[in-house]
């Protein structure tokens, strides 16, 4: 958590700091990326921090697979994915059919996220008390990937090498049995402005559908120049507005944040 903290701050040096901490730890990532996200994944050798549901009587389960799953499956149809994203996988990685599945619907764009979604595009079970909203799926926050991607960024430019070695360590767990053709390796010699395109194009296609794209868009400045076509507006909505009752609350100390 404190990795992701200091990227936000740009504080490289702490994320290097906190990464060196917990990888000693000897966290290893799951072998097969396609079981993540499914029950069997759930607290795999990859997994730093989870939120734990389940589907009993007493409610505790989630309503996230209500808002992912088709309309056509019980659910909302919310979360669907724009070609950009599905353009962005590699021919062949796996990981591309372990996030997203088509289901022809009457809007949208028809690709849906797998991760969170319920039978038959996952082994998890729609719920069958408490009503939709209480669904089994725990909700992955931190994975080990995460934390080797975060890594890697922090180091590109003082260590590019090291960082590639961290950007690999996610690839060759993505590609899995496939030849190495299939999500190759980075080159050892990538450096500067390319190797942190990588990373980023690392952090789309491994963390896709998991709540982390917009918020790195924002980070790292390029959230304007790709989402001001979607209603993004520059200077508002790299922060969320501050509910009215704690303004009210505070009396006079917190103010709004710009434009809302």
Do not use: C
């Amino acid at each position: 958590m404190m990795m992701r903290v200091s990227l936000f701050q740009n504080k490289m040096g702490q994320v290097e700091t906190y990464g060196d901490q917990l990888f000693a730890l000897g966290f290893e990532l799951t072998p097969d990326y396609s079981t993540i996200f499914q029950p069997e994944g759930e607290w795999n050798s990859g997994s730093l921090f989870e939120i734990n549901f389940a589907t009993d009587a007493s409610i505790l389960g989630t309503g996230i697979p209500t808002r992912v799953n088709p309309n056509s499956n019980g659910g909302g149809g919310f979360i669907q994915a724009r070609d950009g994203l599905r353009n962005e996988y590699e021919l062949n990685d796996p990981r591309l059919n372990a996030t997203l599945f088509f289901k022809d619907a009457p809007y949208g764009t028809d690709w849906y996220v797998r991760k969170y979604s319920w039978a038959p595009y996952t082994r998890y079970d729609k719920p069958t008390i408490g009503g939709n909203n209480n669904s089994a799926n725990n909700v992955r926050i931190i994975r080990l990937a995460d934390a080797y991607l975060m890594y890697a960024e922090a180091i590109y430019n003082s260590d590019p090498g090291k960082a590639i070695e961290y950007v690999n360590k996610v690839r060759t767990r993505a590609r899995g049995n496939e030849l190495p053709s299939v999500v190759p390796d980075l080159p050892p010699t990538l450096s500067g402005g390319p190797l942190l395109d990588a990373i980023y194009h690392e952090r789309r296609v491994e963390l896709a559908g998991e709540g982390h794209r917009f918020h790195d868009l924002v980070r790292t400045g390029r959230a304007a120049a790709l989402l001001t076509q979607y209603g993004f507006v520059e200077g508002k909505h790299e922060v969320v507005p501050i509910p009215v009752e704690q303004i009210t609350l505070s009396e006079g100390v917190l103010l709004q944040n710009p434009n809302y």
